[in-house]
């Protein structure tokens, strides 16, 4: 049946404020585009790829890392140039090798005075050298330098590369070099294409895309004077997050808008009062699909992990800013550009539709509504027994930390170098586990240290000794020297040594965490309350990370969980659909993990993945899924209240299933543009979302969640009084026909 609207009354807004008002946001906006866009070149500079800072200030590794900067007057990095020759070292390469480290020590970055001469391998093949450099220069920038030194004075047979956490941290910043640039112009050019064949209109793609750069402009604005003030912590990583989650949420915000804004456009007298009922009908579904991802990010406040914690109030800024663009910026444009917008296929006036689901309906989402009205429970536990399935792989993700050296996907010099040192030297050269013990317990801590399995050798820092440190042997510190030599004297800050272990393995590995977790548990028995002995280094920063990220996510999914099902609870204004909601988002969470983990180790072949990758991915499918759950029910609610409930749904699902697959579209095209970056995580956070956003829009949304509904009845609004009776305007309206489920039948 057609129904003809209602009369609406003229707006007794004044033209001149109408004028006025789109004019002045639009101005604004424009503002915060040109002043944010500016604080693009400045990102680099406040940013750090730096792992230990990324620790919590209560781990072990921490703390060592705070008074090992009490024993060296510099803030330093190690890297270790290794050469290596088949056949072994000539005295020529020998020569060359010094005049290459000679030249290293005049750049600007380096500390020759602490770094060590060329250092031969037993079998005469290879030679290392451990460079120490100063973090106040740009490491990346450094190692860049010391490789163009490599370049330029090559020598024909002999291969050089340079590695240790020096070169590991640069070939991971030079990785996230594309970030700006790469990742947002692909995730702009798909989104851009998705919406041209969505809307066939070449001007309102870019309206939406102008309105989502602007808030990504604002939000980099002020997340870069917060990280200039120290106030957050910012990376490569979470800036793509950021730059990917702004660009994604704040499109499938002005997509729900244009989608009323084009009904209003269609029924209203005027662009005015067209305007004010499409922010009428999408500003609480909006704000609350915001809502839900701003209180599931500011929850990671409550990380241990500072990686884990500064991605919350960054991306949350984010958030933010895609909400006030889509509700001001977007809605002026369009109140601007009116029908025009729609160019060429402009909305038209018409009477509001009041049976959308009817069979004489055409189209895929009439159809499919149809469908699911008869069917109910064969669909939804088809759905739930698919998810079920693709839920089994999810327990072989290997989700319990890599090495640093597998982070960058692609060539890396410092992973290919750090292979050559393992042929030839203790792998964990250049990244030695640094020991904080009592200088009285010197002797008992080397003992054990020494003891254990996977250690190679042992010094003591000694500023008096040329090198530096002194080794450590089973028979106490000894001298360098000829037989006799004294001892030095060993450098002591607050009653305090430093040591350092060698260990057999690389440094970022697994076996060398677990050389770290048997030293820790070994040097227990030794260490007390007033006189810690503190074991941390690169591999227990490593170590720790990946504890502290695990104990995270155990703590933060049922702290997200909670928020989200609140705030789901008091928009629905009902305690059962929430919890509908909450679980189908969770099983297809589920479902995308297991079918991931399948194609991480069949496919792809990973070495595994970081323990933040089943947290992030978390975080961003169920706060971001709901999302569209929350668009449909929303609508299904408004539906209900004049159709009752099984009708409700079906109108609901008709009338956004367009609009919230366009969405989920977007989306996951946004975080699939992730992959560019060459980094391990980035990747498969990537994957992840794209397919679990697919999932929800295709199949959890369309067919589980409309289904169980629509098989419940109106006791999916309980306790609210659509629960207990029906408030439609017209009773008697058929859902599909005349004969076939009346909307008054809410079983």
């Not at 910043?173 to 809307?199: E, M, Q, R």
């Not at 695990?550 to 933060?556: F, H, Q, S, T």
């Not at 961003?620 to 009752?644: C, P, Q, W």
Request: glycine share 8%; charged share 15%; with cysteine.
């Amino acid at each position: 049946m057609i129904q003809t609207p209602a009369p609406v009354r003229k707006s007794r807004v004044p033209v001149w404020l109408r004028i006025l008002i789109p004019a002045a946001l639009i101005l604004v906006w424009f503002g915060l585009f040109g002043a944010g866009g500016a604080s693009f070149g400045q990102i680099s500079a406040v940013s750090t790829n730096d792992q230990s800072q990324q620790l919590p200030a209560s781990a072990e590794a921490t703390k060592v890392q705070e008074l090992q900067a009490e024993f060296r007057d510099d803030d330093v990095i190690p890297a270790i140039v290794v050469f290596e020759r088949d056949g072994g070292l000539t005295e020529s390469d020998l020569a060359s090798i010094d005049d290459i480290v000679t030249e290293f020590g005049t750049l600007d970055g380096v500390l020759p005075e602490e770094s060590s001469p060329a250092i031969p391998s037993e079998d005469g093949e290879a030679a290392q050298v451990v460079m120490v450099l100063d973090t106040d220069v740009k490491t990346a920038d450094t190692v860049g330098e010391l490789r163009t030194v490599l370049d330029d004075n090559a020598v024909d047979g002999l291969t050089a590369a340079i590695t240790g956490p020096g070169g590991l941290a640069a070939d991971l910043t030079n990785a996230f070099a594309g970030i700006d640039g790469l990742l947002l112009l692909v995730a702009l050019g798909a989104v851009f294409v998705i919406l041209v064949v969505v809307y066939r209109s070449p001007l309102l793609p870019v309206l939406v895309l102008f309105s989502s750069l602007s808030a990504l402009c604002a939000a980099i604005l002020v997340v870069v004077q917060l990280a200039r003030a120290e106030i957050l912590l910012l990376s490569g990583q979470t800036q793509g997050i950021l730059f990917i989650l702004v660009i994604g949420a704040a499109t499938d915000y002005s997509l729900l808008y244009i989608a009323r804004f084009r009904e209003s456009l269609a029924t209203q007298p005027t662009k005015w009062t067209a305007t004010w009922a499409a922010l009428k009908g999408s500003w609480e579904p909006i704000l609350a699909s915001g809502g839900t991802v701003i209180a599931a990010l500011l929850l990671l406040l409550f990380s241990d992990l500072n990686s884990n914690k500064s991605l919350g109030p960054v991306a949350s800024i984010g958030i933010v800013f895609a909400l006030l663009s889509s509700l001001t910026l977007l809605p002026a444009l369009l109140y601007w550009a009116g029908k025009v917008a729609f160019w060429p296929i402009k909305p038209k006036a018409k009477p509001v539709d009041d049976n959308p689901v009817a069979e004489n309906k055409k189209g895929l989402w009439p159809a499919l509504a149809r469908f699911i009205a008869r069917r109910p429970r064969a669909i939804w536990i088809s759905s739930v027994l698919l998810l079920g399935v693709m839920c089994l792989g999810m327990f072989q993700l290997k989700a319990d930390g890599i090495a640093q050296s597998e982070f960058v996907l692609g060539e890396s010099q410092a992973r290919d170098g750090q292979a050559v040192l393992a042929d030839h030297f203790p792998a964990g050269s250049g990244s030695p586990t640094v020991i904080i013990a009592p200088e009285d317990e010197l002797d008992a801590v080397s003992d054990v240290v020494l003891a254990t399995d996977g250690v190679d050798s042992l010094t003591v820092l000694s500023a008096d000794s040329p090198s530096g440190s002194l080794p450590v042997t089973e028979n106490g510190v000894q001298p360098l020297g000829p037989p006799g030599t004294p001892v030095p004297e060993l450098t002591v800050i607050d009653g305090n040594v430093l040591l350092s272990a060698t260990l057999l393995d690389a440094g970022d590995s697994i076996e060398a965490e677990n050389v770290v977790v048997d030293l820790r548990a070994e040097l227990a028995d030794i260490s007390t309350e007033d006189a810690p002995v503190l074991v941390g280094g690169t591999t227990a920063i490593a170590l720790d990370s990946n504890t502290t990220a695990i104990a995270d996510r155990n703590l933060l999914i049922p702290l997200i969980l909670g928020a989200i099902t609140l705030i789901l609870m008091l928009l629905l204004r009902s305690i059962v659909a929430p919890l509908l909601l909450i679980a189908s988002v969770v099983l297809s969470f589920g479902a995308a993990l297991g079918v991931s983990a399948w194609v991480f180790n069949g496919i792809f072949d990973f070495p595994g993945a970081d323990p933040s990758v089943p947290l992030f991915g978390f975080v961003f499918l169920v706060a971001l899924g709901v999302d569209y759950n929350i668009f449909l029910m929303t609508r299904v609610r408004e539906e209900s209240g004049k159709h009752g409930t099984k009708q409700g749904i079906l109108r609901g699902l008709a009338v956004t299933g367009g609009v919230i697959t366009s969405a989920g579209l977007v989306l996951a095209a946004t975080f699939a543009a992730l992959s560019v970056i060459p980094i391990l995580f980035l990747l498969q956070i990537a994957f992840i979302v794209a397919f679990g956003v697919l999932l929800d829009t295709f199949l959890v949304r369309s067919l589980l969640v409309p289904a169980l509904s629509y098989d419940i009845g109106r006791a999916i609004w309980w306790p609210s009084k659509l629960s207990r009776g029906i408030h439609s305007a017209d009773r008697s309206a058929p859902v599909v026909s005349d004969d076939r489920v009346p909307a008054d039948r809410e079983s």
